[in-house]
């Protein structure tokens, strides 16, 4: 099992997304175990500051080709450079961060090679299938998040996939060793560059979902802007980051940033507090991982209590006050 | 003057899934699910008709889908689409999105001198975003994805925001051009009263009786359908067959329910909870 995975650095801090990393172990974890290689590929203005860290999740090789041209996301350049790369190397695996330019280049790679693309997998796995020798099994939510649905590409090579960030998890203990660096040569075709990007502006990024050890998130049960000050004053009291439901996002409650689930951000925390908040799929779907989940809601039947570990069946601008204050006390 | 083509689909409303939407063997019972008018679509069909009104041209909005689909396209008529095109065939069923953007390619590429194609960001049933590049990629369009606003255009170029994830793009390109298009582009105008007195009456044309029949074609009613050969496909490159993924097995998701920890609301109830929480933060930390 021989797997590229796509290495995509943020344009704006200019390193390594997190999401490519994480799909580098991924892609060790499948393709070591089988004596695969584990094969980066890179193309942009620059190579991310921090490609060293890949050196510290499996990866064996990593190609790149770097040119001015390609400071910004010109996407037919990338498919042709990237595309170039994977045939080189004819892997079994593809994968790609679900970003918004994973998302814009994979899907094109994909038709031109002529091969499926599971977007958005929630679990990768390699076992055998049929007569057709170990396979991967993407396993992705669809209708809405209502259904998982398992999908195999079983006759067709490259097997693509598109993950979204912090979904795969990072081991504790990195499997270490150097990365060899391989300048890819590309004849760049200048009519590969068919947009022109008048300007880049950076969105202020307000929260910080991936440090965060807690998050406490507040719903449309919170009622108001004013009430969702309670929320941040508990975030504050431990320490935590402000989340939010789609609801409390639509209603103004707070910035869309913060939201969490499925057109959300993906999140992991050691404690999720959801204030307020029914637990829809589409809400889960971002923040079921997390290791405690506790659910404050006024409706003992909301959906939330049944993933949650620790419960209060109560109004959140009751209960919310008296956390705080004990949380003071307890220091 | 341009020739604009709009992308759309009629997706099972997955916003409002209710319980008997679930069959007992965890698959998914359309029937019981109202179609709806994939939503990002309308923004790109917005888009299209905004172009059009300025600067003159064509809207051509085209679905692949079942029959039923035709109502998207009527109601695509009651918005001010110039023309609509339904692509249906049983053998296009369960195509992938390799293979669906393989039939929508080749009708635009039937329909000839086309200048922009407008797809919706995603469909809310696969939730890829994945036909709209493969389009692109299959008829040698430039593409911009994520597009969240309109700025300028003319007969020329036009310039739109991009939705970067991290930053906010603002790109200019040249026709040809592909771009899939975000909630954030617009609000789509409502239908148009003088057009669904026009059209309340289109269908496909097996939906018509013979008497109708004359009727229906002199009045425009009739949503033109095209199948496979019509379009001159490769059958082996539509359907299930032309599918490179296949979907190996579904399952509902069912809650567990566990080991779940109720605490009372009185103050020395929530003051045991503060506790648990600390000691849970102090061991996970
Ligand atoms: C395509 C799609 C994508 C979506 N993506 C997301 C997403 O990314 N993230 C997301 O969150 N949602 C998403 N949604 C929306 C999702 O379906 C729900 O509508 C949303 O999560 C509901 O938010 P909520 O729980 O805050 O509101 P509600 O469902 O209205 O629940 C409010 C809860 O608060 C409780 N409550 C009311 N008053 C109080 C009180 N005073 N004290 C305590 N409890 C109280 C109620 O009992 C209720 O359980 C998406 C939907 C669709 C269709
Ligand atoms: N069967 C179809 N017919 C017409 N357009 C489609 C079809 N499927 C997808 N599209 C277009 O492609 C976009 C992305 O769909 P998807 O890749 O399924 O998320 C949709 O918003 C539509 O604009």
């Not at chain 1, 760049?188 to 965060?212: H, Q, R």
Request: glycine share 8%; charged share 25%.
């Amino acid at each position: 099992m021989k797997s590229i995975v796509f290495i995509e650095k943020n344009p704006v801090t200019g390193k390594l997304r997190n999401v490519s990393i994480e799909l580098t172990y991924k892609a060790y974890s499948l393709s070591k175990p089988l004596k695969g290689e584990v094969i980066g590929v890179f193309a942009g203005d620059a190579l991310p500051e921090d490609t060293d860290r890949l050196f510290q999740y499996g990866l064996d090789r990593l190609l790149y080709f770097t040119d001015e041209r390609l400071k910004h996301l010109h996407s037919i350049a990338y498919k042709h450079i990237l595309k170039a790369m994977i045939k080189s190397e004819e892997p079994d695996i593809v994968l790609f961060g679900a970003t918004h330019t994973g998302r814009d280049i994979a899907p094109l790679i994909a038709s031109s090679l002529k091969t499926g693309l599971t977007a958005d997998c929630t679990q990768l796995y390699v076992e055998d299938y049929k007569d057709k020798g170990k396979i991967l099994f993407q396993v992705r939510p669809a209708f809405g998040g209502n259904i998982l649905a398992t999908i195999i590409t079983p006759d067709n090579r490259p097997m693509m996939a598109s993950v979204r960030e912090g979904v795969m998890l990072l081991p504790e203990k990195h499997p270490n060793h150097p990365v060899k660096m391989e300048s890819f040569p590309v004849d760049f075709n200048e009519s590969w560059i068919k947009s022109e990007f008048l300007s880049v502006v950076p969105k202020v990024k307000k929260v910080d979902f991936n440090s965060a050890q807690t998050i406490v998130s507040g719903g449309a049960g919170v009622g108001s802007a004013d009430n969702f000050r309670l929320i941040r004053e508990l975030a504050n009291a431990l320490g935590g980051e402000v989340g939010a439901s789609r609801a409390a996002v639509d209603f103004g409650f707070v910035d869309k940033d913060h939201q969490i689930g499925q057109t959300g951000s993906v999140v992991r925390p050691k404690l999720y507090i959801a204030c307020g908040i029914s637990g829809q799929i589409q809400h889960r779907a971002g923040m079921e991982e997390s290791q405690k989940i506790i659910a404050i809601n006024k409706d003992p039947e909301a959906p939330i209590f049944k993933i949650a570990h620790m419960g209060v069946v109560g109004d959140v601008n009751e209960i919310i006050p008296v956390m705080l204050r004990y949380l003071k006390e307890e220091g | 003057m341009k020739k604009i083509v709009v992308l759309a689909k009629q997706v099972p409303d997955t916003a409002n899934v209710t319980g008997d939407a679930m069959k007992a063997d965890g698959t998914v019972n359309r029937a019981a699910l109202p179609a709806i008018f994939n939503p990002d679509d309308l923004y790109a069909l917005e888009m299209a008709l905004a172009i059009r009104d300025k600067i003159g041209g064509e809207v051509v909005v085209i679905t692949m889908g079942p029959p039923k689909a035709a109502e998207i396209l009527k109601h695509s008529l009651y918005m001010g689409a110039d023309r609509v095109m339904l692509i249906t065939d049983r053998k296009f069923a369960a195509a992938d999105t390799l293979a669906t953007s393989y039939v929508l390619a080749e009708t635009i590429k039937k329909i000839g001198g086309v200048d922009l194609v407008l797809a919706g960001r995603q469909a809310i049933d696969g939730d890829t975003a994945q036909v709209g590049p493969q389009v692109a990629d299959k008829i040698g369009f430039n593409q911009i994805t994520y597009v969240s606003a309109l700025r300028e255009f003319n007969d020329n170029y036009l310039i739109v925001e991009r939705d970067g994830e991290v930053q906010t793009e603002v790109i200019k390109s040249s026709y040809p051009v592909l771009l899939t298009i975000t909630g954030q582009a617009n609000t789509p105008r409502y239908p148009n009263c003088r057009r669904m007195l026009q059209y309340f009456r289109a269908d496909v044309k097996e939906n018509f009786n013979d008497s109708e029949l004359s009727a229906a074609e002199s009045n425009d009613w009739i949503i033109p359908t095209y199948a496979l050969a019509d379009l001159d496909l490769d059958e082996d490159r539509c359907g299930l067959k032309g599918s490179p993924t296949k979907v190996h097995k579904i399952k509902s998701i069912m809650l567990k329910g566990g080991d779940l920890k109720m605490y009372g609301t009185k103050p020395t109830n929530i003051k045991q909870l503060v506790r648990d929480i600390t000691k849970v933060y102090v061991e996970v930390n």
